[in-house]
């Protein structure tokens, strides 16, 4: 399967400061990108959808304004969380997929954020 | 089985024995399911996946069952082996957008020597 990497695999953060997260499509041109997001013992819950060249689209529920997506090329999109608060801590996912109709969408291996 | 909360409904197996994992989704227009295994700090692994056009499919020591008429899916894993212990999630692959997934709640599958 193709591979997709995040970075960092973690990262410790004050309150209120911000942190971004990459996704990157090592052998692939990604043209849309998942942010996921999952809390301890929880299942993953979806954050928005990034295509290439253009905005995100975030779930209800999620503020567009703190979780910033950027997906400026067909390898990367990051996410930066702003003015991150201890309740941002949780487990930040990606996925890709490529081009095409119905082509496999690639997770990366995550990203622990906490914030102190 | 499902779960609505903060803890994973957990399944103990022995091992070499078989499991079977079941989850509920929520769309009946879905037409893709995927099951991932995720193990503790890491991302989901890709198990096995089938198309609403089939009721069954068959992995290497894995099977899906698929029945649309309760919406509903199950894993079944052979020979449950150590290696196996981990975090299980079904996904829905939402309508209209390829790649975009709605997960299951998960289930914690721990095997016992």
């Known amino acids: 399967g193709a591979v997709v990497s995040q970075h960092p695999s973690w990262v410790i953060c004050k309150s209120g400061t911000s942190v971004k997260i990459e996704c990157r499509s090592l052998d692939f041109q990604a043209t849309t990108m998942f942010w996921y997001r999952q809390f301890p013992k929880q299942s993953l819950m979806l954050m928005a959808t990034s295509n290439e060249g253009s905005k995100a689209t975030y779930e209800q529920g999620v503020e567009k304004d703190k979780f910033l997506i950027n997906h400026a090329s067909l390898t990367l999109s990051t996410l930066t969380v702003t003015s991150a608060h201890p309740e941002d801590s949780s487990f930040y996912i990606c996925s890709a997929r490529g081009r095409g109709g119905k082509t496999e969408a690639f997770f990366g291996q995550g990203t622990r954020l906490t914030v102190v | 089985g499902e779960s609505v909360g903060l803890h994973l409904p957990t399944l103990s197996v022995q091992e070499g024995d078989n499991s079977i994992i079941n989850c509920a989704y929520s769309?009946?227009?879905?037409?893709?399911f995927i099951w991932y295994k995720q193990e503790s700090g890491k991302g989901p692994q890709f198990i096995i996946d089938?198309?609403?056009?089939?009721d069954k499919r068959q992995g290497q020591r894995v099977t899906v069952l698929l029945n649309k008429t309760v919406k509903h899916l199950s894993l079944q894993i052979a020979a449950t082996q150590p290696g196996d212990s981990a975090v299980y999630f079904c996904?829905?692959?939402?309508?209209?957008?390829?790649?975009?997934?709605?997960f299951g709640a998960g289930t914690q599958v721990v095997v016992t020597p």
């Open positions: 089938i198309r609403s056009n089939m």
């Open positions: 769309n009946s227009a879905s037409d893709y």
């Open positions: 996904a829905e692959n939402m309508v209209g957008s390829w790649g975009k997934l709605q």
